[in-house]
């Protein structure tokens, strides 16, 4: 077999396979495992995407690092604290115009995310590549 007709079928399987892969990525449903917002949590989630929160704030380290990582802030604050900050802004972030429904909305995001785990987890590293491993106990 010429070289030519060697790398072409490489390249022709490579390429299958890498359709075939994408395919299954991208039809596949997402399995989320245990967790299960509300309908009142999934309308502050929405809100949430809305106002583009995450560009400024995280959810369990991912997101913007303008502001602080979210994802346990209803186990720091009180409800009230978070109703009067959405509104008034801290520091940088702007002041929004949530009404009470609104609000609570966002307030119930953040309980039910605060119930589905921590961040950062207290066995983990963050390692200068940017990759998180699990401390090891010696």
């Given at each position: 077999?010429?070289?030519?007709?060697?790398?072409?079928?490489?390249?022709?399987?490579?390429?299958?396979?890498?359709?075939?892969?994408?395919?299954?990525?991208?039809?596949?449903?997402?399995?989320?495992?245990?967790?299960?917002?509300?309908?009142?949590?999934?309308?502050?989630?929405?809100?949430?995407?809305k106002?583009?929160?995450?560009s400024?704030?995280?959810?369990?380290?991912?997101?913007?690092?303008?502001?602080?990582?979210?994802?346990?802030?209803?186990?720091?604050?009180?409800?009230?604290?978070?109703?009067?900050?959405l509104?008034?802004?801290?520091?940088?972030?702007?002041?929004?115009?949530?009404?009470?429904?609104?609000?609570?909305?966002?307030?119930?995001?953040?309980?039910?995310?605060?119930?589905t785990?921590?961040?950062?987890?207290?066995?983990?590293?963050?390692?200068?590549?940017?990759?998180?491993?699990?401390?090891?106990?010696?």
């Open positions: 077999m010429k070289p030519f007709k060697k790398y072409l079928l490489l390249f022709l399987l490579l390429l299958s396979t890498f359709s075939v892969y994408n395919f299954m990525i991208y039809t596949s449903k997402p399995d989320y495992g245990n967790i299960h917002l509300s309908e009142k949590a999934i309308c502050g989630e929405n809100l949430w995407l106002n583009n929160c995450n400024c704030h995280q959810l369990y380290g991912l997101g913007g690092y303008l502001g602080p990582d979210l994802t346990n802030v209803y186990a720091h604050r009180n409800e009230d604290y978070l109703k009067a900050m509104n008034s802004g801290v520091k940088a972030m702007p002041k929004f115009n949530f009404n009470p429904t609104e609000k609570e909305a966002l307030v119930q995001f953040f309980k039910e995310v605060n119930q785990g921590f961040y950062p987890n207290i066995e983990s590293e963050l390692e200068t590549d940017g990759w998180v491993s699990i401390k090891r106990k010696e």
